[in-house]
């Protein structure tokens, strides 16, 4: 494990070495701005955080420079908001976002150099058989009540919460090592010790699971599981969370704000030694959708914003006159992709998830092949994102230390192979129409979240795309919880144009996505009345489950990547998911925040606790 982390250092310095320092972009061209790399280390000159006690109670210590206390910033999220507040529940990006925000874990991943660095363990330690770690937690360290955080919390979640299955069992489901989960052990008050059957590659990063607080969570498990998956929903009261974070909730109004205040136990302190976060008060507007987020900036309502592309150009001209800084951090880590639900089974009364017709189309793989030859990836580049972002091809970002440069060359578009594809598989054009085999014609809906504009637009382009092949493709953006709920619960879907945050550094985070029975195995998700992982498994599913198993339990760097290039290979050729591009990660921030450090692993906001208002 040791050597991972040390292989992943040595790649990120010289990433630094050969391609320089990331910095704030002040003159980048009106057209493509991905010029610089992710995963390049951004050279602030910083020291490590370091470990301070003080009375007994074992600190952690910032890195910025010192500020002053007060104030507020306020943020934004698109869509209607988080479905709960619960981080064990969450499986979507705002309920992850706003409900991390008030949870800390024992680890985390330093958004500088991608090192795996502490939070609330002060240290830990890796035994020569790889398998046993010994993690221990600062002393003295408390909740927002004011409760000791002790080794009885992180025994609690791991053992109950996340072993139990309680909540979204994503986590647990990737820490299954052939089939057997890790031990935790209470050694004393602040010590654990966690053992996995073998040695386990993304062990550590892992333990950036936040932490709950056993004497107000337990009151929730002891009741079932069924009530856990209400448990700290967005009716929870303020007074209900009890948080490690640096900011817990104030105030929640639906489908408007979040309010978090600053939690005076918060354990990390500045160069003086006094507690943090600066703010008193950090609040996320819920704007609906990309147009309104941008308004809201120039209204001066919100403080932050992420740019589409479309907006890049002009936002250069008002940041030479404007109130505020322009930064480029390269492309994001979001996947944006559209799949096809392969899923063949019957639900509970015997009806089919997909129409049995649209089943032998998606199930074909010169059918998804030629939908992937037929996108005009560059067209959605220089459209939808104005420039501003790459073409994607390979299920890794592209800012992964782990992308296949060949999958991710990708090609460009051919209609006439796309049709050659087809014809393979027994579909033929008739005035200008595709029909199958059995002469059913090839019409299907493309479904996405309404609010995303981007997303939108992309849909409506793979639209035109696709009726060049003579397919008839219903576009249709629908409210996110609607859509969350077909993808996740009834399964009656046809094809989606969606977006996933990966893991530039560790693949496996990926790991329900291509686990067979994975909650995000999207393409041919599995019910829990199905024969879990047994019945009906496409070959190449078989594949990429194994190729993860594997890849879990390989130390060795570069046996890791050539299996991690083995299946972005497999990925590429049976399409399964395609891929359509990354765009950039453009900011704007105001000029009177203070500790504000960018990184491409980070974002803006990553050391939240640190900025303070000059």
């Known amino acids: 494990m040791k050597r991972i982390v040390y292989i992943i250092l040595i790649l990120l310095i010289l990433a630094f070495v050969l391609k320089g320092c990331l910095k704030r972009d002040k003159g980048f061209d009106d057209v493509y701005l991905y010029d610089v790399r992710p995963l390049e280390v951004i050279n602030y000159n910083f020291e490590k955080p370091k470990n301070v006690t003080t009375d007994g109670v074992d ?54 150099d991608g090192s795996i660095t502490v939070r609330l363990a002060k240290d830990i330690e890796i035994l020569p058989d790889k398998k046993t770690y010994i993690v221990h937690l600062r002393r003295g360290v408390k909740w927002s009540d004011g409760v000791e955080i002790t080794a009885d919390d992180v025994f609690y979640t791991y053992n109950t919460i996340i072993f139990g299955g309680f909540g979204d069992t994503a986590t647990r489901d990737s820490l299954y090592i052939n089939g057997k989960l890790p031990s935790v052990e209470k050694i004393d008050k602040y010590t654990i010790k966690f053992t996995t059957p073998e040695p386990f ?12 607080p056993k004497h107000v969570f337990k009151k929730a498990t002891d009741k079932g599981k069924k009530y856990f998956r209400s448990y700290l929903n967005t009716n929870a009261k303020p007074e209900d969370f009890v948080t490690s974070g640096a900011f817990k909730i104030s105030e929640y109004v639906p489908a408007q704000r979040v309010i978090y205040k600053r939690n005076p136990n918060y354990y990390i302190i500045d160069k003086k030694g006094q507690k943090l976060p600066y703010l008193d008060r950090y609040i996320i507007l819920i704007v609906g959708d ?43 880590t979001n996947t944006t992709f559209i799949t096809f639900n392969l899923n063949t089974r019957k639900n509970k009364e015997g009806k089919y998830y997909v129409d049995p017709v649209k089943q032998k189309w998606f199930n074909d793989s010169n059918f998804r092949s030629a939908v992937d030859w037929a996108i005009d990836r560059d067209n959605l580049v220089l459209n939808v994102l104005s420039g501003v972002g790459e073409p994607l091809y390979s299920a890794e970002s592209v800012s992964s230390i782990f992308l296949n440069k060949e999958i991710a060359k990708g090609h460009a578009r051919d209609i006439e192979y796309s049709k050659e594809l087809l014809k393979k598989s027994g579909f033929y054009l008739k005035d200008g129409k595709l029909y199958d085999k059995y002469n059913n014609r090839v019409e299907f809906e493309l479904l996405t979240n309404a609010g995303n504009t981007q997303r939108e637009a992309t849909g409506v382009s793979i639209k035109e795309d696709l009726a060049a092949l003579g397919m008839k493709v219903n576009f249709k953006p629908v409210e996110f919880n609607s859509l969350v709920s077909k993808l996740s619960n009834t399964y009656d879907w046809d094809a989606v144009l969606i977006a996933l945050t990966g893991n530039p550094l560790e693949p496996h985070s990926g790991y329900n996505v291509w686990s067979i029975n994975g909650a995000l195995h999207l393409f041919n998700q599995r019910s829990e009345d199905d024969l879990r992982g047994t019945d009906k498994i496409l070959p190449f599913e078989k594949e990429l489950n194994d190729i993860f198993d594997k890849a879990s339990l390989e130390l060795d760097f570069n046996k890791r990547k050539a299996l991690y290039d083995k299946y972005q290979q497999i990925v590429a050729e049976e399409n399964p998911v395609i891929y359509l591009y990354a765009p950039a990660n453009i900011i704007a921030i105001r000029k009177k925040f203070k500790n504000i450090y960018p990184t491409n692993l980070g974002g803006i906001l990553h050391n939240i606790e640190e900025v303070y208002i000059k």
């Open 201 to 212: 590659a993304p062990f550590l990063r892992m333990l950036s699971t936040p932490i709950a």
């Open 59 to 112: 600190y952690l210590q910032t890195r910025g420079e010192v500020g002053k206390f007060g104030g507020e910033i306020i943020s934004s999220t698109i869509g209607e908001g988080p479905k709960t507040f619960n981080p064990f529940n969450a499986n979507d990006n705002t309920s992850s976002q706003l409900s991390g925000i008030m949870y800390d874990g024992l680890l985390t991943t330093d958004p500088y």
């Open 290 to 332: 990309l147009n309104n987020d941008t308004l809201k900036f120039e209204g001066l309502e919100t403080d932050v914003v992420n740019l589409q592309g479309s907006m890049v150009a002009r936002y250069r001209e008002l940041e030479k006159h404007g109130d505020f800084d322009l930064y480029n951090l390269g492309p994001t």
